[in-house]
């Protein structure tokens, strides 16, 4: 066997012909609140994660932000670099734990913010699920996590398979970024789906959904209204967003403006809004069908 391979799986099935990847019960977060933030690629969830996690530590929190994409560029606004992933640590000493200190794999980043890139198998290889699991084992051997007030996990793209959803297993809340489109509105109701197939055997609920890089949210609004959703925070496209990730900075650094400070107040509520705990919400996702008809303008 080799080390990207599985256990079996979890004899509990989260959905009808799933096969998933179990969670140890050894590697359970217990200390913080945790959050998972998916949705589909590009739509901005590494600088939703980066700013909500400084918008947590800003109210005084300890944060941990874990990078769930091979191309380890979650949190670079944070440190101002692409930081070595776990699981390429993991290989340089032939995946003997006990050789690691924490400062090999864990970085801190801007106003404190602790940074970890959970990496990935090589393309085509392996499953993210594994790498997610040895990720939270490590930390948890090191004991990272007793200091911990809030995990964000920063999710790669579409929920495909049970690696990509493993994060699921050890969130409180899932929250979904989207933007005001066709594109995102179709992908957030299959992440909907995964968040409530995971619901049925994990503590993980449905948060709700961040309106990104939209000038408006109608189409969100029309769709969390016909199925059970919630915005939780609507973002603008605006430039100075876009030149905080070409300056390698969270908005929080950004040279200020009234539109910034908006940004950075809207930011600071939903990281209170959070903390505070969400309703967890019980939507009903359509069929790739149904929504397909369900999406658009008359």
């Known amino acids: 066997m080799t080390v990207l391979e599985l256990d079996r799986p979890d004899p509990r099935l989260d959905g ?3 096969v998933q990847v179990a969670l140890d019960p050894s590697t359970q977060i217990e200390t913080a609140k945790v959050f998972a933030v998916y949705g589909k690629g590009g739509i901005g969830k590494s600088t939703t994660s980066s700013n909500l996690s400084v918008a ?5 929190k300890r944060v941990l ?6 191309k380890h560029d979650s949190t ?6 692409l930081t070595p992933t776990v699981i390429d640590i993991l290989e340089g000493v032939d995946f003997h734990s006990e050789e690691l200190r924490p400062e090999d794999f864990v970085f801190e980043g801007y106003n404190g913010v602790k940074c970890v890139e959970a990496g990935g198998p090589p393309a085509g290889t392996g499953c993210g699920g594994y790498v997610v699991g040895q ?5 948890k051997e090191h004991h990272l996590l007793e200091d911990t007030d809030v995990v964000i996990f920063d999710v790669l793209g579409d929920v495909v398979c049970g690696g990509f959803a493993s994060p699921l297993q050890h969130a409180e809340r899932a929250v979904i970024v989207a933007a005001n489109d066709f594109d995102s509105i179709f992908a957030m109701n299959r992440i909907v789906q995964a968040i409530q197939a995971k619901a049925k055997n994990y503590d993980v609920r449905l948060g709700g959904v961040i309106a990104n890089r939209s000038a408006a949210t109608d189409q969100i609004d029309r769709f969390n209204d016909a199925i059970g959703m919630e915005r939780l925070a609507h973002f603008p496209d605006l430039d100075v967003i876009r030149r905080s990730r070409l300056k390698k900075a969270t908005l929080f650094e ?3 403006s009234p539109e910034l400070e908006a940004v950075q107040k809207e930011y600071l509520q939903l ?10 919400l019980k939507a009903q996702p359509m069929k790739d069908r149904e929504i397909f008809d369900f999406l658009g303008f008359d």
Do not use: H, N, R, Y
Not at 65 to 70: E, H, L, M
Not at 135 to 139: A, E, F, I, P, Y
């Open 76 to 81: 670079f606004t944070l440190t101002k670099c």
């Open 56 to 60: 947590f530590s800003k109210l005084g």
């Open 135 to 139: 990720t939270v084992k490590l930390l």
């Open 271 to 280: 990281a209170a809004k959070l903390w505070a705990g969400t309703e967890p």
């Open 65 to 70: 932000q874990i990078g769930c994409d091979p």
């Open 16 to 18: 009808e012909g799933s």
């Open 254 to 256: 950004m040279e200020p």
